[in-house]
């Protein structure tokens, strides 16, 4: 992933912690009234996302969406959340199972005509991020909102990558196959800056560390306020960076555009 889209992002959450100061100040950091009694969200949306990364070996791994979503088995991408006054408990969960396989030829430069080799490739992989967390609301005025929170990220993940390479002379075939969990304890913010009475703008970030040297996410987009649900549009940045002696992957990603509903109850 270029930097571009996370230099976006950022701009986004700096201009909404502007956004949120001005109006907490001219509110005089009034917060609208809490409520006695639970209320609850729930999310349902598609991440659109692609796979990067680098995988203990040294390869690169770059499955794009349109490859994911041709060869998707089974997907499952959500979050459920409950509110009482300024404290909440949310959590976001996405599942995915996927198998591919992919054939080509590519030349090696070797005198004037060079060696064609041919390559084929397979992936499998299953995995699970589940991300629970309890925040609590800092700001929360006509202008937006800004929740602080800390929680967990739980990564599961089971690969199986082979790569055959056949040439004029020899045949080399290379295979990772593992699974593992990783824990982090994670910190960050979320909230939304409204920019008129039906339309927002999302805002999400987190950064954490544990069994992974270093995992992070940023969220931002835009949303509008339907009569009973909540619709957005935005893009995600997922990733861990493990630490070394990690079975399969060394630096894993997930990226892409993301569409949703919000159901509040």
């Known amino acids: 992933m270029?930097?571009?889209?996370?230099?976006?992002?950022?701009?986004?959450?700096?201009?909404?912690?502007?956004?949120?100061?001005?109006?907490?100040?001219?509110?005089?950091?009034a917060e609208s009234a809490a409520g006695s009694s639970w209320q609850y969200t729930a999310d349902v949306y598609l991440f659109a996302?692609?796979?990067?990364?680098?995988?203990?070996?040294?390869?690169?791994?770059?499955?794009?969406?349109?490859?994911?979503?041709?060869?998707?088995?089974?997907?499952?991408?959500?979050?459920?959340?409950?509110?009482?006054?300024?404290?909440?408990?949310?959590?976001d969960v996405i599942y995915l199972d996927v198998s591919a396989d992919?054939?080509?030829?590519?030349?090696?430069?070797?005198?004037?005509r060079g060696i064609d080799v041919a390559t084929s490739s397979s992936v499998e992989m299953k995995g699970w991020v589940v991300t629970p967390h309890v925040g609590y609301t800092l700001i929360d005025t006509a202008n937006g909102s800004l929740d602080a929170f800390a929680g967990v990220r739980y990564l599961y993940l089971k690969a199986n990558l082979a790569l055959t390479t056949v040439g004029p002379i020899t045949t080399r075939y290379d295979q990772i196959a593992d699974s593992g969990t990783v824990w982090d304890g994670i910190v960050?913010?979320?909230?939304?800056?409204?920019?008129?009475?039906?339309?927002?703008v999302p805002y999400y970030a987190d950064v954490g560390t544990g069994e992974s040297k270093l995992t992070w996410q940023l969220f931002s987009g835009v949303g509008y306020r339907f009569k009973s649900f909540d619709a957005f549009v935005g893009y995600r940045?997922?990733?861990?960076?493990?630490?070394?002696?990690?079975?399969?992957?060394?630096d894993l990603n997930f990226s892409g555009p993301i569409v949703g509903v919000k159901f509040d109850f």
């Open 237 to 250: 940045y997922l990733d861990w960076k493990f630490k070394n002696g990690a079975p399969v992957f060394e």
């Open 49 to 91: 996302a692609g796979i990067g990364g680098e995988t203990s070996t040294g390869g690169d791994v770059d499955i794009g969406f349109d490859t994911l979503i041709r060869n998707l088995d089974m997907a499952l991408m959500g979050g459920f959340g409950a509110r009482k006054g300024k404290w909440s408990l949310m959590a």
């Open 188 to 200: 960050g913010v979320r909230g939304r800056v409204n920019l008129a009475p039906k339309w927002f």
């Open 2 to 29: 270029t930097g571009n889209p996370l230099r976006r992002l950022l701009a986004v959450f700096l201009l909404a912690g502007m956004a949120l100061a001005m109006g907490a100040t001219r509110a005089g950091a």
């Open 102 to 112: 992919n054939s080509g030829q590519l030349t090696i430069p070797l005198g004037r």
